[in-house]
């Protein structure tokens, strides 16, 4: 990683730690570290710039697509508050976390996309959860933790199935 990457402030919207992915979209979101402009330690940050590189990954298989990040790096503080009440031992709060969206793509379409590009080597094992849509906006966790972990819906549909074995981009 360039040393440059590390030193930016999370604020810092123009350079982030890959072409498509801001500091802003990785950052905590809630309103502690929003106020104080709080930074994650420097081995956090280091995961976060990891997590951000398999993220392109994800777009450019996904044809360029956006992806968007409703979620990503948490504080402790607050990923235990209730708004997000998550897990003790959440990857977000690790930085090795982010909460995906990408637009045109349901959860178990986006959950497929992930499940390939692992078993392809392309990107990191680690958790993929789907979770219920909302207003058709389908959110799916992925996470580095380096070891498989699923939960959510995971049936892919024949449809799902067919396009992805078609498709050239793996």
């Given at each position: 990683?360039?040393?440059?990457?590390?030193?930016?402030?999370?604020?810092?919207?123009?350079k982030?730690?890959?072409?498509?992915?801001?500091?802003?979209?990785?950052?905590c979101?809630?309103i502690n570290?929003?106020?104080?402009?709080?930074?994650?330690?420097?081995?956090?940050?280091?995961?976060?710039?990891?997590?951000?590189?398999?993220?392109?990954?994800?777009?450019?298989?996904?044809?360029?697509?956006?992806?968007?990040?409703?979620?990503?790096?948490?504080?402790?503080?607050?990923n235990?508050?209730?708004?997000?009440?998550?897990a003790?031992?959440s990857?977000?709060?690790h930085?090795?976390?982010?909460?995906l969206?990408?637009?045109?793509y349901?959860?178990?379409?986006?959950?497929?996309?992930?499940?390939?590009?692992?078993n392809?080597?392309?990107?990191?094992?680690?958790g993929?959860?789907?979770?219920?849509e909302?207003?058709?906006?389908?959110?799916v966790?992925y996470d580095?933790?380096?070891?498989?972990?699923?939960w959510?819906?995971?049936?892919?549909?024949?449809?799902?199935?067919?396009?992805?074995?078609k498709k050239?981009?793996?």
């Amino acid at each position: 990683l360039d040393r440059e990457q590390l030193e930016l402030p999370l604020a810092d919207e123009i350079k982030g730690p890959t072409l498509h992915f801001t500091w802003w979209e990785l950052r905590c979101k809630c309103i502690n570290c929003a106020l104080l402009d709080c930074n994650p330690p420097p081995d956090i940050r280091v995961k976060v710039c990891e997590l951000a590189k398999a993220l392109e990954v994800v777009r450019e298989a996904l044809g360029g697509k956006p992806v968007q990040i409703t979620s990503g790096y948490r504080c402790q503080k607050h990923n235990q508050s209730r708004q997000i009440r998550g897990a003790k031992l959440s990857q977000h709060v690790h930085g090795t976390a982010a909460d995906l969206t990408v637009k045109g793509y349901d959860g178990l379409a986006l959950r497929a996309v992930l499940e390939t590009l692992i078993n392809l080597g392309k990107i990191p094992e680690g958790g993929i959860g789907t979770y219920q849509e909302l207003k058709r906006l389908a959110i799916v966790h992925y996470d580095q933790r380096r070891k498989k972990a699923r939960w959510g819906p995971a049936t892919i549909k024949p449809v799902l199935q067919e396009f992805l074995e078609k498709k050239d981009i793996w």
